[in-house]
Antibody, heavy 118, light 109 residues
Framework: QVQLQESVPGLLKPSETLSLTCSVS????????WSWIRQPPGKGLEWIGYIYYSGYTKYNPSLKSRVTISVDTSKNQFSLRLNSVTAADTAVYYC????????????WGQGTLVTVSS | SYVLTQPPSVSVAPGQTARITCGGN??????GHWYQQKPGQAPVLVVYDDSDRPSEIPDRFSGSNSGNTATLTISRVEAGDEADYYC????????????FGGGTRLTVL
């Protein structure tokens, strides 16, 4: 069974860059799609983007100008970078697995809270 | 852009049946998926491809999809089912392929 673990980014100030890594165990990043999803406090889920192990990416249009998702097959992990953060980017960030031939998220990380505050 | 609409809250007594809806234009032409999220926890997939269940999910959870509405049905509701439930679709032709509904808080009375 695939297990996902997000890194802990700490507190960010406005305009800084958010960097998160999702470590994958119990499976390989190869031949799979992987995604980032976030949830502001007390609000619903927002899809950020996904990546295929080959490097193909798709992003939420509302975040596309600030987001980069990458994958490192040698470390069996994938990463999220979000530039120029503001308080509106404060959220719990989840990494998730997309099954082959599936259009949903079957495994999720526990989530990591990112707080943006001056 | 495509929008998924869920009722903010649903309440049901223990042992009864809860039905949570998710509305979207021509939803029946897409596959709907459902997640359960308890406070402080990550979402858990409970129904995928409209009506399939992961092996670890009890058969009290079922789903359907027709017309403009997908429905998650929870039979014989238990106190432990109290949670937020989110629907999700994936439109491969869209520039914004992954959408979540706003979520429904299920309260067990």
């Amino acid at each position: 069974q695939v297990q996902l673990q997000e890194s802990v980014p700490g507190l960010l100030k406005p305009s800084e860059t958010l960097s998160l890594t999702c470590s994958v165990s119990g499976g390989s990043v190869i031949n799979s799609y992987w995604s980032w999803i976030r949830q502001p406090p007390g609000k619903g889920l927002e899809w950020i983007g996904y990546i295929y192990y080959s490097g193909y990416t798709k992003y939420n249009p509302s975040l596309k100008s600030r987001v980069t998702i990458s994958v490192d097959t040698s470390k069996n992990q994938f990463s999220l970078r979000l530039n120029s953060v503001t308080a509106a980017d404060t959220a719990v960030y989840y990494c998730a697995h997309i099954p082959q031939f599936g259009y949903y998220f079957d495994y999720w990380g526990q989530g990591t809270l990112v707080t943006v505050s001056s | 852009s495509y929008v998924l609409t869920q009722p903010p809250s649903v309440s049901v007594a223990p042992g009864q049946t809860a039905r949570i809806t998710c509305g979207g234009n021509n939803f029946g032409t897409k596959s709907g998926h459902w997640y359960q999220q308890k406070p402080g926890q990550a979402p858990v997939l409970v129904v995928y491809d409209d009506s399939d269940r992961p092996s670890e999910i009890p058969d009290r959870f079922s789903g359907s999809n027709s017309g403009n509405t997908a429905t998650l049905t929870i039979s014989r509701v238990e106190a432990g089912d109290e949670a937020d439930y989110y629907c999700q679709v994936w439109d491969t032709t869209s520039d914004h392929p992954v959408l979540f509904g706003g979520g429904t808080r299920l309260t067990v009375l």
